[in-house]
């Protein structure tokens, strides 16, 4: 019970907190992490007090439970509804475990026409190294953003990739423009060369990204650094360098999930009430081309109506550039089943309790009508 009510306790935290950083950093914040910093009071004077977060509570749930079962619990049928009960909420509990640890998120924007064979991650970044010497084929290197750190040393083919410097969240503007906020342009080579840029606290809203912006060296195996790059996924393009004769092209970019199919957007319909301009419907008529499986077909996404394939979930999300570029979600979660399975385990211990309820009831005024 007391675990219980702490839960009541972060639960309702996490729910005021949402205003101010939004869902995802809540979530993150308090829900899947071991101690969660509840912040109290006014301005300078605001201090931190631990709170027990999700992960902990729900790890000390489960051996509460456990250990119930072990020590005063007896396998009897009248006690198979608590059984139920038990066993689906520690169901439940493993299935928030099992989605943090094994499910993402990420999206798909599609141009009418357009076909791709990988979805991005709408907040995570990655620096990438495109080597296109060999004919017919890139080789990519891809350092995800959680390695992007002020120190950081890559040691790759003939050169080593430091990052002299990361920002999480920044604001890039030409370096014309730049105010005396923004700091003085440092980079040396690329198109990095025309910006200035500041840092900037993190986005919480769920519908904006941070423009992730990284100062880079490029230090060869024989010889000096030639130069300091400005990467950023609010640079469009790739930056390109040389090591001896093999020219390379490297960026900032929003974190890419390959698939082994391929998905074409045939068309994007946005349908209105009749006379009005309130949305009706989205949907967007997809191509999938599966050379593994030799499958060729089309088939439609729409509201409320996903297309699940090959283990992935795609569902209709948002729509941007005058109703011709379609917003597809993707989510990975292998586990999706296990929140049902619970809740129906629970309503079936529930309902069996429930019944042994009744029965005694009934056979006790039963019995007091025959005497």
């Not at 027990?52 to 749930?61: E, I, V, W």
Request: charged content about 20%; some cysteine; glycine content about 8%.
């Amino acid at each position: 019970m007391v675990l219980l009510g702490l839960g009541m306790v972060l639960i309702f935290v996490a729910t005021i907190a949402q205003v101010e950083i939004g869902i995802r950093e809540s979530q993150l914040r308090y829900f899947r992490s071991w101690i969660a910093w509840l912040e109290v009071g006014p301005g300078t004077l605001r201090v931190s007090l631990p709170l027990p977060g999700g992960l902990l509570l729900a790890s000390a749930l489960l051996v509460n439970l456990l250990a119930a079962h072990l020590t005063r619990f007896k396998l009897q049928w009248k006690k198979v509804g608590i059984f139920l009960i038990h066993a689906g909420v520690l169901i439940l509990l493993l299935g928030e475990l099992f989605t943090a640890l094994l499910g993402w998120e990420a999206q798909i924007r599609l141009d009418e026409g357009e076909t791709l064979n990988y979805s991005t991650h709408p907040w995570e970044v990655e620096l990438v190294i495109i080597d296109s010497s060999a004919p017919g084929e890139n080789s990519v290197t891809a350092i995800p953003q959680s390695r992007l750190r002020a120190g950081a040393v890559f040691p790759l083919d003939g050169f080593k990739v430091r990052i002299e410097r990361f920002l999480p969240n920044s604001e890039i503007v030409p370096a014309a423009t730049a105010g005396p906020e923004f700091e003085a342009p440092s980079a040396t080579e690329g198109s990095g060369v025309a910006f200035a840029v500041r840092e900037v606290p993190e986005e919480t809203a769920p519908d904006r990204r941070n423009l992730c912006s990284a100062f880079v060296k490029i230090i060869p195996e024989h010889g000096s650094a030639p130069g300091r790059w400005l990467l950023s996924n609010a640079i469009s393009g790739m930056q390109e360098f040389k090591i001896g004769d093999a020219l390379l092209t490297m960026a900032i970019r929003q974190r890419r999930f390959y698939h082994p199919f391929s998905i074409t957007l045939l068309d994007f319909s946005h349908d209105r009430y009749l006379g009005t301009e309130i949305p009706k419907n989205f949907s967007s008529r997809i191509r999938i081309v599966n050379a593994d499986r030799g499958e060729d077909r089309e088939t439609l996404i729409y509201m409320n109506h996903p297309l699940r394939y090959g283990g992935l979930t795609f569902y209709q999300s948002g729509f941007d550039n005058d109703d011709t570029t379609s917003i597809i979600q993707v989510v990975r979660n292998p586990v999706w089943t296990l929140p049902y399975i619970a809740c129906a385990m629970v309503a079936l211990g529930l309902l069996w309790v429930f019944s042994q309820h009744i029965v005694k009831a009934i056979g006790r005024r039963r019995a007091e009508h025959a005497s």
